[in-house]
C-alpha cells in the first residue's frame, strides 16, 4: 500500500480518536498548551509566533494565544490560499476581527500585516515521536514549513492529544518534520534517531 494511501487510513482512526477526547482532557490540553507553549516561546524568543484557530474536536490553542499576547509576544494566525500553495500567516491578537477562510476556518482581516513566524503551533490528525506528522492531507503545512525552513530557522511544535499518537508514521521525502510534539501530558523533543 502507498504511503498516501496509509496516511489516509491512519488519519482516520486518529481522528476518530480525537473526536471521542472528554472535555475534561481537551481543557487539561488547552491549559497545558498555555503554559509550555509560553514557556517554550520564553526560551526561543520568536520574533513571531503563529497557532492555528481550532475547528471543532481541534485542540484549542486560543487559551496559548492569550497568554503570549500577555507576555507581549507578537502572534499571528495562517491563512490558506490556493490548494497547492503554502500558508500565509498574518498578525492577530486574541480579541481582534476575523472572517471564514476558504477552508471555513477564521482567519485575520486582510488588512492585518503579513509575518514570517519563527515558532508554529501546527495542528494535526497523527504523529509520532520521530516527528513526522499526518495532517489533513492537502500538504499545506508541509510547504509551508520546508518555505520557512529555507529562509531561516524556524521552530514548528504539533499539537495533539496523546492518544494520536503512533509508533511510526509512513512519510514520503515532501513530508517536514516537527520539532516539538505538546500534548496534555508531555513536551515531546522530536528526535530523528528515535524509533
Not at 1 to 8: G, Q
Not at 14 to 20: F, I, K, P
Not at 95 to 102: F, L, M, N, Q, S
Not at 124 to 130: E, P
Request: aromatic share 6%; glycine share 6%.
Amino acid at each position: 500500500m502507498p504511503p498516501s494511501a496509509r496516511k489516509a487510513a491512519l488519519r482516520a482512526q486518529a481522528l476518530s480518536r480525537r473526536a471521542e477526547e472528554s472535555a475534561e482532557n481537551a481543557a487539561a490540553l488547552a491549559a497545558h498548551l498555555a503554559k509550555a507553549g509560553v514557556d517554550l516561546a520564553l526560551r526561543l524568543r520568536p520574533t513571531i509566533v503563529s497557532a492555528y484557530f481550532p475547528l471543532p474536536n481541534e485542540p484549542s490553542t486560543l487559551p496559548l494565544l492569550e497568554a503570549l499576547a500577555r507576555h507581549g509576544v507578537q502572534t499571528a494566525l495562517p491563512v490558506t490560499g490556493a490548494r497547492d500553495s503554502a500558508l500565509v500567516f498574518r498578525q492577530w491578537r486574541p480579541g481582534e476581527p476575523t472572517v471564514k477562510g476558504k477552508m471555513a476556518i477564521s482567519e485575520p482581516l486582510a488588512s492585518a500585516p503579513e509575518v514570517a513566524p519563527d515558532l508554529l503551533f501546527v495542528p494535526l490528525a497523527a504523529f509520532d515521536r520521530t516527528g513526522h506528522r499526518i495532517g489533513y492531507g492537502a500538504g499545506f503545512y508541509d510547504r509551508t514549513l520546508a518555505g520557512l525552513r529555507a529562509a531561516k530557522r524556524i521552530c514548528a511544535v504539533g499539537v495533539a492529544y496523546a492518544s494520536q499518537a503512533l509508533p511510526m508514521v509512513p512519510h514520503e521525502t515532501h513530508d517536514q518534520r516537527l520539532d516539538y510534539v505538546l500534548t496534555e501530558r508531555e513536551l515531546i523533543r522530536c528526535e530523528e534517531t528515535q524509533l
